[in-house]
């Protein structure tokens, strides 16, 4: 639990995975889920003492329940969750391509308090960077996946993280990978430059991309995005939120976040106003727009 009215709730522990770039599974070991009526007691708990935003989390939290017997379905565990209370906000952060399922999307969809938000780091989208990572889908299967998820809901908050100088990578498929970005337009984007350790199956891979060229990658990825998410919140202006308030940044001034921005990663919406409940709802109508945050009123 990160704050008052904020909390990160654990659903599964470890990674079936084998990412050549990763050391978790090492770490933590296979995947190991919790009970569905472990984790809904807790967030029903959770809900009781005041909390206002459920974020569920896991190495792979959408492959929740597959190595469970019987298996439980992930859409299965939001619903219960969701339809406990319809005064809070349930999150969902590290998904993957692989497991996400249409159960899942439509469920998202379908309940007004689970945030339309989907954080899938998807690393790179070029057929051999991905080969070498590790990771078994395609550029054309992320493109269907981001299809189906924009076909739910057209306002849907897509979030996905890369990782650029992985060994190996070249201009064109850095080039492939940046065409990608340009296309999609992620409503958020991180990136990483890849970091080389002894202990990671990618060490004994051939081809280092030099540090200059990874952080040149990593700059121009990030300028691409920063327009991108500009035009993005550009395109919020004149509409209204329900926003989660969260901090008094003067006088006249409070921070808070739409459902579209998740909490440390994403940008915030700053609120004009003089006397607003900290860890309250409020409607907010944006008036304004800057890379990464928004600017609103109350209404």
């Known amino acids: 639990r990160s704050t008052s009215h904020i909390a990160y709730l654990k659903i599964a522990e470890g990674c079936n995975r084998h990412c050549t770039y990763c050391i978790i599974p090492k770490l933590r070991g296979k995947q190991k889920s919790r009970s569905l009526e472990d984790i809904v007691s807790e967030a029903r708990s959770l809900i009781s003492?005041?909390?206002k935003?459920?974020?569920l989390v896991a190495q792979e939290t959408t492959a929740y329940g597959s190595d469970l017997s019987p298996t439980v379905d992930f859409a299965e565990l939001l619903k219960q969750i969701a339809d406990h209370s319809d005064k809070i906000w349930v999150r969902v952060l590290y998904g993957h391509p692989e497991s996400l399922s249409e159960s899942a999307i439509e469920t998202i969809a379908d309940r007004r308090n689970i945030c339309s938000y989907f954080d899938i780091p998807i690393q790179h989208v070029s057929s051999r960077v991905l080969k070498q990572m590790g990771r078994n889908y395609s550029r054309d299967t992320l493109y269907r996946l981001f299809d189906k998820i924009r076909s739910s809901d057209p306002e849907v908050a897509l979030r996905t993280t890369l990782l650029v100088g992985f060994p190996g990578e070249t201009d064109k498929d850095f080039e492939t990978l940046l065409t990608f970005v340009r296309t999609i337009c992620f409503t958020h984007l991180g990136v990483f430059i890849y970091s080389d350790m002894d202990d990671l199956p990618s060490h004994d891979l051939s081809d280092?991309?030099?540090?200059t060229v990874a952080k040149e990658r990593y700059e121009q990825i990030m300028a691409v995005q920063a327009g991108i998410?500009?035009?993005?919140?550009?395109k919020q202006i004149g509409r209204t939120y329900q926003t989660l308030v969260e901090d008094r940044q003067d006088d006249h001034t409070f921070s808070g976040?739409?459902?579209?921005?998740a909490p440390e990663i994403d940008g915030v919406t700053y609120i004009h106003a003089s006397r607003l409940p900290v860890s309250s709802f409020t409607t907010v109508r944006i008036i304004g727009a800057l890379e990464y945050d928004l600017i609103g009123e109350t209404v």
């Open 229 to 234: 998410s500009l035009k993005n919140n550009q």
């Open 257 to 261: 976040r739409t459902q579209f921005q």
């Open 49 to 51: 003492s005041g909390v």
């Open 53 to 55: 935003e459920l974020i």
């Open 208 to 211: 280092p991309v030099p540090e």
